[in-house]
């Protein structure tokens, strides 16, 4: 090769590595654009809305006619609501699940234990949302005592056969060796799911009346809507479940294991150094995770517009449904006309979802940050 | 204040020089690492770099082909020259430079590739297209690490199934296939077992009939073996730099004594 | 441990219980939707309930509901009323009746009762009573008429275009109702049926279920444009995401330089995966459907205004939607096989003189390329699933033209399109009368759930493997 030809070839390559370079920092600008745009775009249609007197920014009529009843405190408190029903179900299981699976499960278990909560995290919340609605519902409200017995009856037979497990003979022991208690477990959540199921049944043709609608209706004062905050809470607390669970779970695994030996050569129990040491220690990680897991229930669509009945009350009650800004945007965004105040104010919705989510997440990951510099 | 006691210029210009540093201090974000080096490198020998751990005898090294451009946040001053000239210049290519200045790592780090692909990776990139020339490339780069015996079955194969001493002559194999002047070693043995070291230091001493050599090890017996000039530094200082035997018979610096009697370090 | 115990052990054995507790509840409603799903394209035998009031019902029970009466004495019993599909409109009044199961005298299976399933319209239940030819019988009863369909049978494609041949079914209540040949998709007798048969219906229902086109307004038939729909879709996106999101990964974890603004704008990407998928719907609509689609229609079809043509919801504008949406999906994927190429590769490589863009392309990205498809497989699988955003932005209930076609310029880009999530909402979410579209939304629910869920499998495996290879190379 000349001297020459190499020079040239040089600056052949020269050139390709800084137009690949240049390239790379385009896709790193129009990323930037990108993630600025959305709140560009939203902002831009907003901002009419902004301007004009209150009662339009809150979406009651407007001039071009859109539905008197159309509020938009409402839908804040909808969505609210269903986030908090969903965290009521999702914060203690998977805080408690991500406390065992930390620091009780073995090692083996937990590899397996991972996919599968990846799975369940894939779900498409459409499934969720049909199954709650069309089949969970329907079901629950047609077995409404069953409902109120399921927690207890579910941790009185789980507590009965660790009892039973404790007391029995050793022999017993080969049956369910330790690390594979969590078999035994599951055959003890199923047998108080049906205790409760079966009870709940013979309870209410023994005792009520009439039906328990009646019930509701006489003794507590409720009405009893199928769709209500309750199943929404189950079904969106399952969809966010595997996201508090996941990072909980990094959280309660990545306090060091020097802070448990230290608790244990004091002569603390597992469980108190689970609960005194090692909770507190991965205490902001699972804030961080209940954060996310609140943002991922605020913006749930699917979820909330199957099984919530889409019906703008305003009620803390557990058997009334709700109407949530995420639902209300997919099912009227549709039918709004451009730039109608009806379409303005699903924008404005769908900004403070952005707004807020956005924020959430952001405080989230600095924390999530925080963390691991702690203890990397 | 080291600079002025420290007998830093062994120019001992049995041939001339092909690498001479000066004044070189070098700084990661606000930590020094190199305190106003001065030294000159021979063609053709061996010459070794000892030294504690962190001592910045690795750091001068890469300072040589220049891969600490690739580390954020650093600092330099002073002067690097090759055959005279400046390889910080604004007319040096960076590329070219490393093409002439080879290197070997301190881990053996093959690529994901197969054994013919990693020799052939850089000739490639230098734009060798023929398939036949670079089989030759190969086979001749191969046969003077010492290599060619035990894989030339297995050219197509992993070079990750390598055992790790021969994944090291694989990666000098890879270094020399560039046709490089200088031959970076940045501690070749440290991961390797006594049987696979001398085996390197073979090697290392066939191949600096071709090349100019330059080793960091903290090995100090090993610098004694294979090098004809040995620089000691400490905390960032290059405190001493002779012949080899002269500086392990009779070092001139306390510091140098305490070391390798094994006082300190 | 032995027979001494303590309150902790018991409290540890609970928190074990709430792990269990969540997985058994999503595994319950999954298992709910494959029984549902899988179960219906079974022949389900005709039932012939004879009521003590006289009437007759020809259908099958679909389910079964416990009701409490109180007696006029005040005691209490339970009662139970069976939900039963009589089948197409046309031939009854409802398609879904309740029956006191108190009033039920007597029900069989009849053998001769058969199911005519429509191209177009629903099911109809009826007994056999005469093949015509232009008003002619040509057979009478049950054997007679189904032999001569039989015969006719494998030519039905071309019978179909002679609007003659009809064949007549006799309703429970005496009345007659004639079916044009051209209108039958297929008869059945599901009470002669014998096992094997019932496998083959089986078989060949799924199958028409998934290369067939919707009848009766998505209440039954297939899911064929829907799965087509959502293919294309995801085709489309990946096209757009994969090389954005990849030279966007490549810009934070090889080009860029560390520092703040790198970080900020890593949190960026991470916050906006957090982003609620129907907020990326507003986006789309105000932004590519209305902006850049308004643009696109002003430019080079103002000839079609006011009637839009880009302007409107449309398969590109969805997918560039959901682009945007699983940009963050790609991006992590391919910084985290980025972050896992060991320093030393890179450095070999650089010190045989080669660029950064030659190490870049022959030394990184063949050890990354796993993570990018990683990425890929992750991002379908959400797009595939992600349904809100395409509520706003082009997806229909129902649409007789694929987005692609034989027709110039055979990608129609701006079409609307069928989709297999929006399915599941438009025939699962009915206020009323939505009993006739479950079947229909449970099995596509298991179709989509499928999909997903092996998608998913396919990237955990991935990069398990990935995993492996790494710490085999790093040992």
């Known amino acids: ?376 | 204040m080291t600079t002025e006691n420290t007998p830093v210029t062994p120019k001992i210009l049995r041939e001339e020089t092909i690498i001479d540093v000066e004044r070189v201090s070098f700084w990661y974000g606000g930590r020094a690492a190199l305190k106003d080096v001065t030294m000159a490198i021979d063609r053709q020998v061996i010459t070794a770099f000892i030294g504690p751990s962190g001592c910045g005898k690795t750091t001068l090294l890469r300072l040589i082909n220049r891969m600490n451009d690739l580390v954020p946040q650093v600092r330099m001053t002073g002067t690097i020259r090759m055959n005279g000239v400046d390889i910080y210049g604004p007319d040096t290519d960076v590329t070219r430079l490393r093409r002439r200045v080879g290197m070997v790592f301190q881990q053996p780090n093959p690529f994901p590739k197969s054994i013919y692909e990693n020799v052939a990776y850089g000739p490639r990139i230098h734009g060798v297209k023929s398939g036949v020339f670079l089989d030759e490339i190969v086979e001749r780069c191969l046969r003077r690490a010492f290599l060619w015996e035990e894989v030339q079955e297995q050219l197509e194969e992993s070079a990750l199934g390598l055992s790790l001493g021969q994944q090291q002559r694989l990666c000098i194999a890879r270094a020399i296939a560039v046709e490089p002047e200088v031959l970076l070693m940045d501690e070749p043995c440290s991961s390797l077992d006594p049987v696979a070291t001398s085996r390197i230091e073979e090697l290392m001493l066939d191949l600096k009939d071709d090349y100019t050599i330059v080793i960091v090890t903290h090995n100090m017996q090993q610098a004694a073996r294979v090098s004809e000039y040995t620089g000691f530094m400490l905390k960032g200082e290059l405190v001493e730099m002779g012949v080899t035997d002269a500086m392990f018979t009779t070092p001139r610096d306390r510091r140098t004594e305490d070391y390798i009697t094994g006082r300190a370090g | 441990m032995g027979s001494k115990w303590s309150k902790d052990d018991a409290l540890i054995w609970l928190s074990g219980g709430a792990l269990v507790l969540g997985f058994l509840m999503v595994a319950g409603l999954i298992l709910v939707i494959v029984v549902h799903g899988l179960g219906r394209f079974w022949p389900q035998e005709l039932t012939r309930y004879v009521m003590h009031d006289g009437r007759v019902v020809l259908g099958h029970e679909t389910s079964r509901a416990s009701v409490r009466t109180t007696g006029s004495t005040g005691e209490r019993s339970r009662a139970y009323r069976l939900r039963v599909r009589t089948g197409d409109r046309r031939l009854y009044p409802q398609e879904y009746i309740w029956l006191e199961e108190s009033g039920v005298a007597g029900r069989d299976a009849p053998r001769e009762a058969v199911v005519v399933e429509q191209v177009r319209g629903g099911d109809l239940f009826g007994y056999l009573d005469s093949f015509e030819d232009d008003g002619v019988v040509v057979a009478r009863g049950y054997d007679a008429v189904w032999a001569h369909y039989r015969e006719r049978y494998p030519e039905l494609e071309r019978l179909r275009r002679q609007q003659a041949l009809s064949i007549v079914l006799t309703s429970t209540d005496g009345r007659r109702h004639a079916v044009s040949l051209a209108s039958v998709q297929r008869i059945y007798a599901p009470n002669t049926m014998t096992a094997w048969t019932s496998v083959r219906h089986y078989v060949g229902s799924a199958w028409s279920y998934l290369w067939a086109p919707p009848r009766d307004e998505n209440r039954l038939g297939g899911v064929y444009p829907a799965i087509f729909g959502t293919a294309a879709m995801v085709i489309l996106m990946s096209v757009v995401v994969m090389p954005f999101g990849v030279l966007a990964a490549f810009y934070l974890r090889e080009y860029g330089r560390p520092g703040p603004f790198l970080n900020a704008v890593r949190i960026a990407v991470n916050s906006l995966a957090g982003v609620p998928s129907i907020v990326f719907g507003v986006f789309g609509l105000g932004f590519f459907v209305y902006f850049l689609g308004g643009t696109l229609d002003r430019l080079f079809f103002p000839a079609d205004l006011p009637e839009p043509t880009f302007g409107r919801g449309g398969i590109l504008w969805c997918s560039l939607t959901l682009a945007l949406l699983t940009l963050p999906v790609v991006i992590v994927a391919v910084e985290e096989g980025l972050a896992g190429v060991p320093r030393e590769l890179r450095e070999a490589s650089h010190a045989l003189g080669a660029t950064r863009f030659e190490t870049l392309w022959r030394v990184v990205v063949p050890v990354v390329l796993p993570s990018i498809l990683t990425g890929l497989i992750l991002s379908v699988a959400r797009a595939a699933g992600t349904v809100a955003p395409l509520m706003i932005t082009g997806v229909v209930a129902f649409s007789a033209e694929l987005p692609v076609d034989g027709a110039w310029p055979f990608v129609h880009l701006e079409r609307e399109f069928m989709h297999l999530g929006f399915h599941i909402f438009d025939t699962g979410f009915r206020p009323d009368g939505g009993e006739a579209f479950l079947p229909m939304s449970y099995t596509s629910t298991l179709l989509l759930l499928a999909i997903v869920v092996s998608l998913n499998a396919a990237a955990i495996g991935l990069r398990s493997r990935l995993r492996r290879r790494y710490s085999v190379a790093a040992a």
């Open chain 1, 1 to 376: 090769m000349t001297d020459r030809t190499r020079h040239r070839r040089m600056d052949r390559r020269r050139l390709l590595d800084l137009l690949v370079g240049r390239l790379a920092a385009l896709g790193g600008v129009v990323l930037i654009l990108t993630i600025l745009s959305v709140f560009a775009v939203i902002l831009w249609v907003v901002y009419p809305l902004l301007l004009s007197p209150a009662e339009y920014r809150w979406g009651v009529s407007g001039p071009d006619g859109i539905d008197a009843g159309y509020r938009i405190l409402p839908l804040i408190f909808g969505t609210l609501k269903g986030a908090v029903y969903a965290l009521l179900f999702a914060v203690p299981v998977s805080v408690l699940a991500a406390l065992y699976a930390s620091q009780f499960l073995p090692r083996a278990m937990k590899e397996r234990l991972k996919p599968a909560v990846e799975i369940m995290a894939a779900v498409p919340s459409v499934v969720l949302g049909f199954i709650g609605g069309v089949w969970l519902a329907p079901y629950l409200a047609s077995h409404v005592f069953a409902l109120f017995l399921a927690p207890v009856f579910i941790s009185g037979v789980v507590t009965a056969v660790f009892l039973i497990r404790h007391h029995a003979p050793v022999s017993f022991r080969a049956f369910n060796p330790p690390g594979r208690e969590i078999w035994l477990l599951m055959v003890a959540v199923l047998a108080g799911g049906w205790l409760a199921l079966e009870c709940g049944t013979w309870l209410e043709t023994a005792w009520l009346r009439a039906g328990y609608e009646t019930w509701f209706e006489e003794s507590l004062g409720l009405t009893y809507a199928q769709r209500n905050a309750i199943v929404v809470g189950m079904v969106m607390g399952l969809a966010v479940t595997p996201v508090i669970f996941t990072i909980s779970e990094d959280a309660l695994s990545a306090v060091p294991r020097s802070f448990l030996e230290g608790s244990m050569s004091l002569g603390a129990t597992r469980w108190q150094t689970a609960l005194r040491i090692v909770l507190p220690a991965a205490g902001t990680g699972i804030l961080a995770a209940v954060l996310l897991g609140f943002s991922r229930a605020i913006g749930e669509t699917m979820i909330v517009l199957f099984i919530s009945g889409n019906v703008p009350v305003m009620d803390w009650s557990a058997f009334s449904g709700f109407r949530a800004l995420s639902a209300s945007v997919a099912l009227d965004l549709p039918n709004a006309a451009r730039d109608d105040t009806l379409y303005r104010v699903l924008f404005f919705a769908a900004f403070l979802l952005l707004v807020s989510t956005f924020a959430i997440n952001i405080v989230a990951e600095l924390v999530r940050r925080r963390l691991r510099r702690r203890y990397a």
